[in-house]
């Protein structure tokens, strides 16, 4: 390690070797300067940066709709991609569609969406509670972080 005081020593010192002078830590007091080669540098970061966004998993939002009288093997339908969705670290969105009369019984969607926190209970738990929006009630289910 070479210590230079002055800006124009270093910039010479670079050129004697064939590299340049990179400011490392700009903020630093005195601010820190390597002489090294610019593109090597750059390279090395950017294959930092593409590491750390390897290691980052994106978790999507999956959305289920069903309507307030939905059937039972089609619930069971949408309760077995449920699970995939979960199984796979995405968040599920339970989306209740009320059409015409259905409006004066929301409890029956909120009956449907109960029922299916509770068969989820295992896999998930709930990030948002039951609530309704002009004609549709949704509910968020995360996935339980896995060990």
Do not use: W
């Not at 909120?110 to 029922?115: A, E, F, G, M, N």
């Amino acid at each position: 390690m070479i210590g230079v005081r002055s800006v124009p020593e270093a910039i010479e010192l670079a050129e004697d070797f064939g590299l340049d002078l990179v400011e490392v830590s700009p903020n630093a007091v005195p601010p820190v300067c390597k002489i090294l080669d610019y593109g090597k540098y750059k390279y090395e970061e950017q294959k930092k940066r593409n590491e750390q966004k390897k290691k980052q998993k994106v978790i999507a939002v999956k959305e289920i709709k069903m309507r307030p009288g939905i059937d039972i093997h089609d619930y069971e339908v949408k309760m077995k991609n449920a699970r995939k969705f979960l199984g796979n670290a995405d968040k599920v969105k339970v989306t209740i569609r009320f059409r015409g009369r259905e409006m004066a019984h929301q409890e029956l969607g909120l009956q449907v969406l109960i029922k299916m926190r509770d068969e989820l209970e295992g896999l998930s738990k709930v990030e948002q509670m039951p609530k309704s929006e002009g004609r549709m009630m949704t509910m968020v289910l995360a996935p339980l972080a896995t060990k």
